[in-house]
């Protein structure tokens, strides 16, 4: 499986984002949860406003655009949103966040 360095843990404190664009132009939106580290489509897919802007409570992701609201874990659409989110899997290893595809 090959993995794609997104950035340092310490780039990104709990409950907080980090947007960074990959070697193949893919923009991607590093999420620090209570639970740990996830990635997703850096644009919501509702009127394409940064996600990295938004918040995030537990593993609940919120578009402060219109509150359209995701499961971090999966793309889960919550509440208000009416498309899922695309999700990334990720490592975390030797305090590097990757990509893992």
Known sequence: MAKTLLCKVSDVRV???K???TGDG???CVIHAES?????QAYCPHQGAALCEGSVDG???TCLEHLWQWDVRTG???GLAEKRLEVYL???EKGSVFLKS
């Open 15 to 17: 409950g907080g984002f």
């Open 26 to 28: 893919r923009k991607v």
């Open 90 to 92: 990720v490592s975390v």
């Open 36 to 40: 740990g580290f996830f990635a997703c």
């Open 19 to 21: 947007q960074v664009e």
């Open 59 to 61: 593993a609940t992701l």
């Open 76 to 78: 889960e659409m919550l």
